[in-house]
């Protein structure tokens, strides 16, 4: 019998989903797939964007959908980099997700990256540095990561106020709030924020605490200074009527992900407990559903070796600067265990 594989590399999600998704796939007419949405006559884009614009309490003009956030930050980032008469300039965290490099590159933009710096057991955003190279560089477009893969801080709303009040209101500021779910359940601030910041776009996604990666489907909201943006994302045709309704089944399904949330968190001070106390070893806080544990490099063949003979798959960073370093998927509750268990084993502790 081959072996299963668990997949803690990617921050996928292993609890399945909330029981709504199987009702809205029994229930879904698909005589809808025969037609587009009619929404648009409305001039709206999706029931999604509808139902988000009233959760959110934000004008549905300014909410995007996209394929998963990736197509959104990828979107925003041709939209507003591009261009012949100057290449045009991005700031990223040193230590972020390298799919925000690619796709600067794709539009021949130039990155340059900010630091972030430790303390104690945590990364943090440099306020003093970030400031510096803003007007030393005159970027088009700022990236803030909040959580920050994979480091895994994030950034109250105080200090993300503080830090846009900073940013000229002509540049444009992408907060990737990908696991931001994970770090604070009010959204109350997202409002107020694009009324003061006009400049921002927030980018979210159903991939991460909503658990579905496979649905590919995020949604940004953005601020009216970026109406550009709006046009050059727009599907005159609609989305995904499948994926459209599954959106708002899930979002209303609030309760099982937090729930299963609140077990990932007690598993996080597991990883803590287990593996902070060994020797070379230094597990950050996390508020995302992954940790980021830095380990003796000498380790590295016999951890992977030990973990694959398991069935485990976890992220062994190679970026510089954070290359001793694995990131592991929150999964199960067995599932960390396990992956504990076979770290300590390794380790011989
Ligand atoms: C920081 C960050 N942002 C955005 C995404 C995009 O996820 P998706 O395209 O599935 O919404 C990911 C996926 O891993 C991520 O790590």
Redesign the pocket.
Known sequence: MTQETTYLD??EYNYGPAPEVAEVLKNFDPNKLCFYTRIYDEGKKSIFSDFLSSLYQIPEKQIILG?????I?KQVVHCFLAGKEKQKTLLIPKF??W?YKSIADEVEGRSVLYPLYEDGNTFKYDFKALQETIEREKPEMVLI?SP??PTGNALPAEELDKTLSFIGKDTVVVI?E??ASFANKDTSYIKPLLEKFPNVLI?R????FYGL?GL?L?FAFMGTALSRFLNYSTKYLGYNRLSEELGIAVLKATDYYQNVADQMAQDREMYIRELRPLAGFKVYDSNANFMLVKYPIEWKEKLQTALKAKGYLIKFMNEPDINTHMRITLGTHAQNCMVIETIKEVVGA
């Open positions: 990617r921050n394929y998963g956030g990736e197509d930050l972020s997700w799919y990561a920050n893969n990737d990908a696991y980018v996604t159903l991939s991460k990666p590919r995020g």
